[in-house]
T-cell receptor, first 113, second 113 residues
Framework: GENVEQHPSTLSVQEGDSAVIKCTYS??????FPWYKQELGKRPQLIID?????GEKKDQRIAVTLNKTAKHFSLHITETQPEDSAVYFC????????????FGTGTSLTVIP | ETGVTQSPTHLIKTRGQQVTLRCSSQ?????VSWYQQALGQGPQFIFQ???????GRGNFPPRFSGLQFPNYSSELNVNALELDDSALYLC????????????FGPGTRLTVT
């Protein structure tokens, strides 16, 4: 089955700096890669996703890049704000199996004011 | 907030007992996935139901079973509870089998003593 690794496990940045979280996946057939943000005690919420036919996607301060050859994808958050502090999870899935998500272990991001 | 609801919110059970968790999917969603999230870990895929049929299963033993009803709500049943089953159980609903966002419920916190 799919194995998703995520690094780093914790990340602290100063407000206004950029944050980068990296994930690798093992199954070359995976073709959909969402990123979820989970605040303490709350449900995971989708913040951005990318499909395998796209190399990069951006939504305001958030961007995701995908390298299919190397089987890794990254989340980039620019101009970080204290409200970006949360746990971020990457995931990988295959459309053919109905988008069953395999998640990374999470990155706890702290933005220091 | 999404329209996905789960009940109960918290549950305490004793080792060896059985438990049933419930999930009401968002209106119009016919696919429900269940995940187990241990403390400090990413969600782990348990299984998925699509139009009342199991549509994939993760690496969980048969004592984890489920159902999906004609209204697309779903149940997760766990028999012979073990201490390691203590976790947050999340369900997520989505539309069909394509590249669709999964909307998570608030989760059920299960504690096994």
């Amino acid at each position: 089955g799919e194995n998703v690794e995520q690094h780093p496990s914790t990340l602290s940045v100063q407000e206004g700096d950029s944050a980068v979280i990296k994930c690798t996946y093992s199954d070359s057939a995976s073709n959909y890669f969402p990123w979820y943000k989970q605040e303490l005690g709350k449900r995971p919420q989708l913040i951005i996703d990318i499909r395998s036919n796209v190399g990069e996607k951006k939504d305001q301060r958030i961007a995701v890049t995908l390298n299919k050859t190397a089987k890794h994808f990254s989340l980039h958050i620019t101009e970080t704000q204290p409200e970006d502090s949360a746990v971020y999870f990457c995931a990988a899935s295959k459309r053919i199996t109905g988008n069953q998500f395999y998640f990374g272990t999470g990155t706890s991001l702290t933005v220091i004011p | 907030e999404t329209g996905v609801t789960q009940s109960p919110t918290h549950l305490i059970k004793t080792r060896g007992q059985q438990v049933t968790l419930r999930c009401s999917s968002q209106s119009g969603h016919n696919t429900v996935s269940w995940y187990q999230q241990a403390l400090g870990q990413g969600p782990q895929f348990i299984f998925q139901y699509y139009r009342e049929e199991e549509n994939g299963r993760g690496n969980f033993p048969p004592r984890f079973s489920g159902l999906q009803f004609p209204n697309y709500s779903s149940e997760l049943n766990v028999n012979a509870l073990e201490l390691d089953d203590s976790a947050l159980y999340l369900c997520a609903s989505s539309i069909g089998q394509g590249y669709h966002e999964q909307y998570f419920g608030p989760g059920t916190r299960l504690t096994v003593t």
